[in-house]
């Protein structure tokens, strides 16, 4: 936490805002549209992948439709497509950003207009490990096709390409401030859209789809997935020290890319423009003999946690009957790659007993 956290949450208790409205909300709405900026209006949600699931929705996904998805991602990116009865169509990452191959992508939706005489109707791009995805050459694509973009940003708040932040690239960004995420209310998360319209389509929706009426009346089917205003207190709080961790965050990366053998590991670069706020340090193991699963157990031992780079969807058991276009990359990423610590609240002396650990492994 930051600090003035249990402030905003005293006012919520206070004021008795004990709800899923209240001052919290609009204050920690107004906080993310005033952080990303591009006139963007936010609705903040219960989660990120409930912002995932109404972008689909108010991109007009329905039961049966195709969306494209990065297959290198975490599940909540594209659980929310097997929610509407659609079919979730991976692609692959190219090497520069470890994100979605605009190559790829574009060789999708000409196999599947030519299999299925339809286009697409959606694509979920990820920024993963907060990096941005090749956002203009991907959306460039997309709009030649009239695929609604749908940005999954939930790993990148505070990452950007030149000064245009994450999450407000195609025509709904969503976020996530889950408790493992750079900031987090616990549990949360935020649609954002410079339609302002369909903020407010979405605020419906996550308020059971309740028309205007002195009585419940309901004219379409809708979710329980606003954000609490206690948690939104969180959340105030945290925009105050969001600049903060993306510096630590990013020191830690510096502190890991500095001392660690770059013969034996190597790192994401930042293409030119691009400013990751290195949500997760990765690094991927090229020393012969040397593989990811010996240094986790090594660390294990010590009780240091890492983590292997996530599984690529196509290859998990219950997305791999889906159509894929892939290239062996997330692949290889998955077999040689490994999640470092890069907990913010980690101090000098335990960074520097990680990297010790690290360099007596060989890397
Ligand atoms: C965390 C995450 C999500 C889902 O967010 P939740 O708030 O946990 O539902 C979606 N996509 C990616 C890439 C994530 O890392």
Known sequence: ??????????????????????????????????????????????????????????????????????????????????YLGAIPVFVDSEKDTWNMDPVLLEEAIEDRIKRTGKRPKALVLVDLYGMPAKLDLLIEIARKYEIPVIEDAAEALGSRIGDRFCGTYGDFGILSFNGNKIITTSGGGALVSKSEKMIEKARFLATQARDSAPHYEHSEIGYNYRLSNVCAGIGRGQMEVIKNRVSKKRSIFQAYFDRLDPQAVEFLAEPTGFFSNRWLTTILIKKDGIFPEMVRSELEKRNIETRPLWKPMHLQPVFSRYPSFTSGLSEALFAKGLCLPSGTSMNEAELDLVIGELVRLGL
């Open 1 to 82: 936490m930051g600090g003035s956290e249990k402030k905003y949450v005293q006012e919520a208790f206070d004021s008795n805002w004990i709800a899923p409205i209240g001052p919290n909300i609009q204050g920690f709405e107004h906080d993310l549209e005033n952080f990303l900026g591009q006139q963007v209006s936010v609705a903040t949600l219960s989660s990120g992948t409930a912002a995932i699931h109404l972008a689909l929705i108010l991109s007009g996904v329905k039961y049966g439709d195709e969306v494209l998805c990065s297959s290198f991602t975490f599940s909540g990116s594209c659980n929310p497509i097997v």
